[in-house]
């Protein structure tokens, strides 16, 4: 079983900062890219930003291009996602998830955490 465990999420005003922590434990898995995913009140969940694990190549929705920053740790299978110049837009429940494979689907999921950004 693998567990991911997000943490770093809460309220914060408009034009601040948050930074989430997603680690992963559990037996031995395939980790290709990791990323996070974002659901808003109301809307589909939606993709944010992923890296990959071994070579460290990052990519962002356009929603987020320079504001945000995913990075990781491998020796503590920990992904992080900075975030900046927050907007009342980016709030929603934000979710890691591991993508085994090139070719696969994201298929582990954290239980995500709240964020919420007060205009």
């Known amino acids: 079983q693998v567990q991911l465990v997000e943490s770093g999420g809460g309220l914060v005003q408009a034009g601040g900062s948050l930074r989430l922590s997603c680690a992963a434990s559990g037996r031995t898995f395939n980790l290709y890219n990791m990323g996070w995913f974002r659901q808003p009140p109301g809307k589909e969940r939606e993709f944010v930003a992923a890296?990959?694990?071994?070579?460290?190549?990052?990519w962002y929705a356009e929603s987020v291009q320079g504001r945000f920053t995913i990075s990781r740790d491998i020796a503590k299978n920990t992904v992080y996602l900075q975030m900046n110049s927050l907007k009342p837009e980016d709030t929603g429940v934000y979710y890691c998830a591991i993508q085994p494979s090139r070719t696969g689907q994201y298929e582990y999921w954290g239980q995500g955490t709240q964020v919420t950004v007060s205009s």
């Open positions: 890296i990959n694990w071994s070579v460290g190549r990052t």
